[in-house]
């Protein structure tokens, strides 16, 4: 597999390099995105082990004590720590390295360590946070060699590859893999990674319930979800749909998108979309790696491609904006509205065709565009800015 330059390996640069920023770098997605491969890569050039939390041996070395965190503090002016999610507990002893001893740590894991560690609060003021995703289009882009005149057959096939088989680096780089390898790669990592392993960290009792949830909203791609009609076809109670759908968003499997209120007009929803990170992991779950054009869910998959693309460009560039969708009482609805910190809004319709016509019907002052698989590219990084 090739080796591919991350958009964070930059923010990494400029943390190693500075002599004033200390503070804890934590790097948070999914995993098999690329982060352990990340740090092993440091670890190599910096020559510096890996502490992966994952391991009691590597745990016990955090121990909060002046003996043994002042003993790694004069081995190691960086320290790498892989799975932090698994030891809570070394929250303390990271806390006190920056402290005390002004040792600079780059940290991998899941961000429910806000959830497991009452004493995450403690490190506030003291850390950066960065992502570490399914690859981006521009990072895909920024790591492909093509003449001027391949570009547009490139994005095209870009495309469709990324919302048949998604973005998972292993499924991803490795051109040697054929159709059924990447589809039992695929299967692997939902199983292994996706499902036992968040089921494992928090503790979940009903390993099929989770899978049955997100083949629910796999199948409702595009639209908004119901959680009480998932609950009664599932026949649980709201409350254990509605924790597990959080958990999901909180370990980079679903990306939430509410809907947006206004008293201007009589916008209306108590529901949320539900995308997902990566479109490989979807189609797992339904059970579809079909052509796109042969497929009744092609409008869904198209919109799901752009808002992770949209998601992931603004979490890599750490970009101030909040995705909402719209819908009116009488119907009519706009599939994305970008919101930053100003309350300056963008809206996008989003079109496999670009012949299709779109109606502008958000109320407040804002900026309009079409993105549609021609242009998808530019206009993607032209509206997050």
Not at 51 to 64: A, G
Not at 248 to 273: D, E, G, H, Q, W
Request: aromatic share 12%.
């Amino acid at each position: 597999m090739n080796k591919f330059q991350r958009t964070i390996e930059n923010d990494i640069e400029k943390y190693l390099n500075s002599s004033s920023d200390h503070k804890i770098f934590f790097i948070w997605g999914p995993r098999r995105s690329g982060k352990t491969t990340l740090l092993k890569e440091l670890a190599t050039r910096l020559s510096l082990p890996v502490f992966n939390f994952d391991v009691l041996s590597d745990r016990k070395l955090f121990i909060n004590t002046r003996e043994t965190l002042g003993e790694l503090a004069s081995n190691y002016k960086v320290i790498l720590i892989d799975e932090i999610q698994s030891y809570p507990e070394g929250t303390v002893a990271i806390k006190i390295l920056h402290d005390e001893y002004k040792v600079k740590v780059i940290a991998t894991g899941s961000s429910e360590l806000r959830q497991k560690s009452k004493d995450f609060d403690t490190l506030a003021g003291r850390f950066t946070e960065h992502y570490c995703l399914p690859l981006s289009i521009y990072e895909i882009m920024d790591n492909t060699k093509f003449l001027t005149h391949e570009k547009y057959n490139f994005l095209e096939k870009m495309q469709s590859d990324l919302q048949i088989f998604g973005s998972y680096p292993e499924v991803y780089v490795n051109k040697n893999l054929s159709v059924p390898e990447k589809i039992d790669l695929l299967q692997t990592t939902l199983d292994t990674y996706v499902l036992k392993d968040i089921i494992d960290i928090y503790n979940l009792k009903n390993a099929k319930l989770a899978q049955d949830i997100l083949i629910k909203i796999a199948l409702q791609i595009g639209s908004e979800v119901s959680i009480s009609k998932i609950a009664n076809d599932l026949k649980a109670t709201t409350s254990t749909v509605s924790d597990y759908i959080e958990i999901f968003i909180k370990n980079y499997v679903l990306i939430p998108l509410p809907s947006f209120k206004t008293n201007l007009r009589r916008a209306v929803s108590l529901n949320r979309k539900l995308f997902f990170y990566d479109l490989g992991i979807r189609n797992i779950l339904v059970r579809d790696f079909r052509k796109l054009e042969l497929r009744p869910d092609r409008g869904g998959v198209f919109e799901n491609f752009i808002v992770s693309e949209i998601e992931k460009l603004k979490r890599n560039r750490k970009i101030h904006q909040t995705l909402y969708f719209y819908r009116e009482y009488g119907g009519l609805e706009v599939d994305l509205v970008l919101e930053n910190y100003k309350k300056q809004y963008k809206t996008l319709e989003i079109k496999t065709n670009e012949k299709t016509k779109s109606k502008d019907v958000f109320p407040i002052i804002h900026e309009f565009k079409v993105i549609n698989s021609k242009n998808y590219f530019d206009a993607v990084k032209d509206v997050v800015k």
